[in-house]
């Protein structure tokens, strides 16, 4: 048996930007352009106060702000640090309480249950990593690019494809898109990660629309958050097989497709089927 990914498909894109800035309103309007899906990472004690008059079209986004832009909109809200600071140079209580106020805060705005994450500048030691797996936390992404379409070894330390900015980013995006599958077990991941601060900062908005608009729109590519890819990989890891590899069984809610012998098997969510 083989994974292969929601519909059968074998490819899947996901993004994941930082810090909720007001750059993120014409970045969300763009992955909706494209029907795109992205995970937004955000510092809720770090927002811009309500009453303040902001005189350019920078810096942090306000509370109703980012409520109005995230909320129901199809991507997903994860946690970043509640003010943005090095999680390995806390306390252990310091760390608690980063995460998990940031979390309740996100849940209570967001109306979701947020379990995912992106370590502010990178920085995280094997202490913060238990930390958040008390918090509730199951995956959280550094910034090392990989140049890969590898699919994490571990959840609490995801290391990307590459930045938006990175040389490589269209030469990757016509390897992953133009690339057929060589065998049953191949599943690749695409994952940009960024701010979007840095379009304006680098007057370059149009790298991100050109990505966007040449890897858009494939039947073989599954655009999602974060989240669903991770929830997506735990159900498969979780389906049951009898011993004579004949019937497979899910246990969750999650539907999931698999190969076996060149076929393509979809058990649905608490369901069996025979092979």
């Known amino acids: ?25 014409r970045l969300v309007n763009i992955f909706n352009k494209y029907g795109l899906k992205a995970t937004f990472n955000i510092n809720s004690g770090c927002y811009l106060p309500e009453d303040v008059t902001r005189e350019k079209l920078r810096g942090r986004l306000k509370r109703s702000e980012a409520i109005a832009l995230y909320k129901d909109s199809g991507h997903e809200v994860a946690v970043h640090g509640l003010e943005h600071k090095f999680l390995s140079k806390l306390k252990p209580a ?8 940031d979390r309740k805060n996100i849940e209570k705005d967001f109306g979701t249950i947020t379990r995912g994450m992106a370590y502010a500048y990178s920085d995280y030691n094997a202490e913060a990593i238990e930390i958040l797996k008390q918090c509730g936390i199951v995956y959280s992404r550094a910034v090392a ?11 609490w330390a995801i290391q990307p494809t590459c930045h938006h900015a990175n040389e490589s980013l269209m030469a990757l995006a016509e390897k992953f898109v133009d690339t057929q599958s060589r065998y049953p077990s191949d599943n690749w991941l695409f994952y940009v990660w960024g701010h979007s601060y840095e379009f304006d900062d680098r007057d370059n908005w149009d790298v991100i629309e050109r990505f966007a608009e040449y890897v858009s729109g494939k039947d073989d590519i599954w ?26 069984f899910n246990p969750t809610l ?13 058990v649905k969510a608490g369901e069996t089927v025979v092979i």
């Not at 990914?5 to 993120?24: I, M, P, R």
């Not at 310091?94 to 106020?101: D, I, K, S, T, Y």
């Not at 690019?145 to 959840?155: A, E, L, V, Y």
């Open 223 to 248: 655009y999602t958050t974060n989240i669903e890819i991770h929830d997506y990989v735990r159900a498969y890891e979780a389906l049951v097989v009898d011993a004579a590899t004949t019937r497979v």
């Open 145 to 155: 690019s990989t140049k890969s379409f590898h699919f994490p070894t571990d959840w």
């Open 254 to 266: 999650i539907d999931v497709w698999f190969t076996e012998n060149g076929k393509t098997y979809c």
């Open 1 to 25: 048996m083989y994974m292969k990914l929601k519909d059968g498909k074998s490819k899947v894109l996901t993004f994941s930007y930082d810090d909720g800035v007001v750059q993120d309103i």
């Open 94 to 101: 310091e760390m608690v309480r980063e995460v998990l106020e």
